[in-house]
């Protein structure tokens, strides 16, 4: 019996995939998967173009300390415990690299990081006998063409992500894409089908599956600032783990900012030894070397942000003579968004010197593993200039040209080491600089910025605080006087309310954008500020939440009939995606009780 993607369905059975594909269509039968099953990659065989062809065989094998063993086309079993040991970890990872680690996930996601889907069946629900189940031995995994050289780095769409995932009634599963990436997404979308068995082994209930997948936006990510709160490495790790699994495939490191510089600079070491919150909390190149091969070995590249001129006043704590306008006391806020007030000197030869040994040092450790630098642009206050000895002025008819002089400067820099800029809208629509076209403008403030943006000619980035900030909803996180306290009560954030996943989910990234411009939007982000969130909450702040906004990157915020997506349909399925999570050790927020997951639509409104 075959069945489709529909809401009586999905409304009360654990059949979900997150996100959801742009065709799916499954059965009822029950296979098993062998904890033995082979995976064969096939890169090349057989088809014409090829040069390099060639066949993996992975097979896998349970040990005492439940680490997996692979056995390749070299013969001989190679044991692995994490992303390091897949590929070189100074270089990018190749496409084989990329795959090598994906099947090590997809097997440890399916047989170590599953969960029994009691939540989402009716009490009575008994789970398949296992006794006389066919089982998967199989899984064929076939690149249908060379994926281009730089696979872990690629340019917004360079890098085709689709896939085509059947298994069949009988047990044979095939992948099969374009790109060793689009293989990466089949295998995330081939280990949701299954579940733990409370006894042993996992097994799915949706054999026949014939599923074509291809994402709506190139630029699918999440932004986590690591300034005003320190985060390990382990838990930036979890983060990019949690995003790649949801399809994702950007992660913005938001790594300095006014309230702490944590990332060492050889070259600068006074930077970070100064500007971090203590000498343990700085991420060394070793560390930022290995956060950036852990996301490209998943899929994932990663972007790296030095937000400047505003946002620097933590450069002040080594180089005071760069700042202007330095914590200025109590009136803080006349010259910034946020304390310590300061910025980069607009109109200093010292400035433009620092710049130039900190790009030199940073860019080349960035080249190997994405095509972009982002250089912030943001909440720059114009008064703090009134405070810069080298400018002494707030008027934008002063000011705007030497900005100009200050984002042509690094720009120049950042496309002589090869990468792509990427601004904050301000610096396009506040500033009327003139950037290059191949400059990506992020937007944060509103449809309207977007719209702006694409009509100015420029690729965008979405992600609208009013939508798709994580942070919001929290209250204040400065305290009040009391001769003001009154006034500010009940001391609400600027973006409150709290942005639960249903408002999230309803966000078209799209919206206010002419037709003929749309192909100019690449994408967006959701934005984890970090005043108020740390190691403890982190999880719960941008899980399951962030998964909203993945789906409507990867899949659109339409329906096949141009309706907006069905939150009744959603619910069951970001439910199980969060209980996914949970089992990779993601601290996920719940989405609803048990009860209504195990009951259908009971917990729903307006249903006729």
């Known amino acids: 019996m075959k069945l489709y993607l529909s809401l009586p369905l999905f409304a009360s059975l654990a059949s979900a995939i997150w996100p959801i594909p742009v065709q799916y269509e499954h059965g009822d039968g029950v296979l098993f998967i062998s904890e033995h099953v082979s995976f064969n990659w096939g890169a090349g065989a057989g088809n014409v173009g090829f040069t390099d062809q060639h066949e993996n065989t992975y097979i896998f094998r349970a040990n005492s300390d439940e680490i997996s063993h692979v056995q390749d086309q070299q013969g001989g079993y190679r044991k692995r415990a994490s992303s390091d040991e897949y590929g070189n970890a100074s270089e990018a990872p190749t496409g084989d690299d990329m795959v090598d680690y994906a099947v090590y996930s997809a097997h440890r996601t399916i047989f170590k990081r599953g969960f029994v889907p009691w939540k989402f069946h009716p009490r009575d629900w008994e789970e398949p006998d296992p006794d006389e189940a066919t089982y998967i031995t199989e899984v064929k995994l076939e690149l249908l063409q060379e994926d281009p050289e730089d696979i872990a780095k690629p340019l917004a769409g360079a890098v085709e992500e689709s896939y085509a995932l059947t298994l069949t009634k009988d047990g044979q599963a095939t992948i099969s894409a374009n790109s060793s990436v689009g293989i990466i997404r089949g295998l995330t979308t081939f280990t949701q089908l299954f579940f733990q068995h409370s006894k042993e082994g996992a097994y799915t209930t949706l054999a026949p599956v014939k599923i074509f ?32 699994y949801n399809k994702m495939n950007r992660f913005h490191l938001h790594v300095t900012d006014s309230q702490s510089w944590p990332l060492e600079i050889p070259s600068l070491p006074e930077l970070s030894e100064k500007g971090a919150y203590r000498p343990d909390l700085v991420y060394s190149a070793d560390d930022f070397r290995d956060l950036q091969h852990f996301a490209a070995i998943h899929g994932v590249e990663m972007i790296t942000e030095i937000d400047m001129p505003g946002h620097t006043s933590s450069i002040y704590l080594s180089h005071p003579d760069l700042i202007a306008a330095y914590n200025v006391q109590p009136n803080w806020n006349t ?14 030869s010292a400035v433009s010197d620092f710049l130039e040994t900190l790009l030199d040092d940073l860019l080349p450790r960035i080249y190997p593993f994405s095509s972009y630098f982002h250089t912030g642009g943001d909440e720059v206050n114009k008064n703090a200039y009134t405070l810069d000895d080298t400018v002494q002025s707030n008027d934008t008819a002063v000011l705007q040209p030497l900005m100009q002089k200050f984002i042509d400067r690094n720009h120049d820099q950042v496309r002589a080491m090869g990468l792509t800029p990427i601004v904050w809208e301000e610096m396009l629509l506040e500033w009327n600089l003139t950037l290059g076209d191949d400059v990506i403008v992020q937007s944060w403030q509103s449809d309207e910025a977007v719209a702006q943006i694409v009509e100015k000619g420029h690729k965008a980035l979405v992600g609208n605080y009013q939508y798709w900030y994580l942070d919001c909803g929290k209250g204040q996180w400065l305290n009040f006087d009391p001769s003001i306290a009154a006034s500010n009560w009940p001391f609400n954030d600027y973006c409150a309310p709290y942005h639960n996943w249903r408002a999230m989910y309803s966000y078209d990234p799209l919206s206010g954008v002419p037709d003929d411009k749309q192909h100019l939007v ?25 998964a909203a906004a993945a789906e409507v990157l990867w899949s659109g915020a339409k329906d096949e009939n141009g309706q907006n997506r069905s939150q009744i349909e959603a619910a069951p399925r970001l439910s199980e995606m969060r209980e996914r999570l949970v089992a990779r050790g993601v601290g996920a927020d719940a989405i609803q009780m048990s009860y209504c997951t195990m009951n259908g639509t009971q917990c729903a409104l307006g249903l006729s």
């Open 522 to 546: 690449l994408g967006g982000e959701a934005h984890m500020w970090a005043e108020q969130t740390d190691p403890v909450n982190v999880d719960r702040m941008i899980w399951p939440r962030a």
């Open 213 to 244: 997948d291809a994402p709506k936006f190139q630029h699918r990510g999440v932004n986590l600032d690591v300034s005003r709160n320190y985060f390990s490495v382990k838990d930036i790790k979890r983060t990019i783990d949690a995003l790649a």
């Open 335 to 348: 010259y910034a968004a946020e304390p310590p007030s300061g910025t980069l000197k607009l109109n200093s």
